[in-house]
Structures are given as C-alpha cells and as structure tokens.
C-alpha cells in the first residue's frame, strides 16, 4: 500500500523551531513534486513550499525565509524545517506528493495526501 506518514508537529513558542517529516511508503519508482500544505480552522487549504525532484522550490509569500523544505529522493522523504515560528502558523500540516509511479502500475501517475499534523504555535 503507498501512503505518506507525516512526523514532526508539535506546540512551540513564537519564535521557535519545528522540523517536519514526510515519508512515501510502497512499491513506488519515482516522484515529481512533494510539498507541504496547510489548513487553519475556517480557512481555506493554502500550499506551504513544494520542491520537484530535481529540486526546484516554490513558497508561499508569508513563509519566504523562515521556512525550508527539502527533500531525501532515494527515501521518498521531504522535510519542512520553520523557524521564526508566529502565532498564524498554526495549523495542520498535511503533505502532498504528485506525480507518484508506482511499479504495480507504472504507466499511471498518483497524487497522495498524508493524514496532516498539528502545528501549534502558542504562548
């Protein structure tokens, strides 16, 4: 079964740090775009970063330069590290793979949802 395992969130202070993980399980051969979205109470869905396989990165306005996402491509990993963490950051973070190949069927491409964490940020 291919599914994404999303690690990392937590409660922090403002101004503090997290790093989140997210692991693509399964018989997959390859990936296009990872990414990190996020979801407050009340609002909409907004994408966070994503990162192609080659690298290439893209980032929401309201986290250029505290945020950082990378990615592992031989273990199906990417990573968001934040830092400078404010209060409007809270939310749940839920990560995105497209594009996913998987050997049962390689012909078909697959995009993936992980479960999402919690990211608190609270004095």
């Known amino acids: 079964q291919v599914q994404l395992v999303e690690s990392g969130g937590g409660l922090v202070q403002p101004g503090g740090s997290l790093r989140l993980s997210c692991a693509a399980s399964g018989s997959i051969f390859g990936i296009n775009a990872m990414g990190w979205y996020r979801q407050a109470p009340g609002k909409e869905r907004e994408l966070v970063a994503a990162i192609t396989s080659g690298g290439s990165t893209n980032y929401a306005d309201s986290v250029k330069g505290r945020f950082t996402i990378s990615r592992d491509n031989a273990k199906n990993t990417v990573y968001l590290q934040m830092n400078s963490l404010k209060l409007e950051d809270t939310a749940v973070y839920l990560c995105?793979?497209?594009?996913?190949?998987?050997?049962?069927?390689?012909?078909?491409?697959?995009?993936?949802w992980g479960r999402g964490t919690q990211v608190t940020v609270s004095s």
């Open positions: 995105n793979a497209d594009g996913v190949g998987v050997w049962e069927a390689p012909d078909v491409r697959y995009e993936l």
